[in-house]
Structures are given as C-alpha cells and as structure tokens.
C-alpha cells in the first residue's frame, strides 16, 4: 500500500530533513544535500559528517524515499529531485506537523 511507504519513508528524521532540504522544482547534488543534513546535526551513527551522511543517503535513505514516490535520485549524475508526491508530503504533512511542533503553546499528549 502507497501509504504505508509513505510513512515508513517519513519515520526517521534523516529521510524527513531530505524532504525539507530539496528546493522544490530543483535538482540537488547528493553532496549538498549530505552537507546540509550533516549541518543540522543529524547522526548517521558515528556523528554527523558528511561522507557519513553522503553514505547513508545513496545506501539507506535514497532508496526508501524512491520506493515511496518521495524522491527520484539520478544515480549516474548522483542527483535528487523530489517529486509532486513529494511536495504534496511535504506541504500537507511535514510543514504542518513542524509548525506545530515549534508553536510555544504545543504540549504533547503523555
């Protein structure tokens, strides 16, 4: 199922940051995605540097993104784009939700 992709692409925070990161309508170098994604201090295991995330990216990442529609990655020019899924993911699930998180008055149901 679509959506089961979908939020299996969405549960870790790397593959979420990848979302944030890519500029609509544009085509990112995997290695300046790594680099901001190693910026915002995301752990990839042994700290976030960006050959770790780089790596992390083209094996892990990248490919579940793919799977669920997210992301199309060029492995020859070792480019990501994000796609009209990806958008719509992105405006209707990742920016609400991040909004939300950042509003002061936002307290988690415990």
């Known amino acids: 199922m679509e959506a089961d992709r979908i939020y299996r692409a969405l549960a870790d925070g790397v593959r979420r940051q990848t979302l944030r990161e890519l500029p609509e309508g544009e085509t990112v170098p995997i290695s300046t995605l790594a680099e901001a994604i190693a910026a915002g201090g995301f752990s990839t295991g042994d700290g ?14 990248l490919p ?47």
């Open 48 to 61: 976030p540097t960006h050959e770790t995330v780089q790596l992390s990216l083209y094996h892990t990442h």
């Open 64 to 110: 579940l993104l793919c799977d669920a529609g997210l992301v199309e990655f060029d492995e020859d020019q070792k480019v990501v784009t994000m796609t009209t899924l990806g958008k719509t993911v992105h405006a209707e699930i990742l920016q609400p939700s991040q909004e939300l998180l950042e509003n002061d008055d936002f307290e988690p149901v415990r």
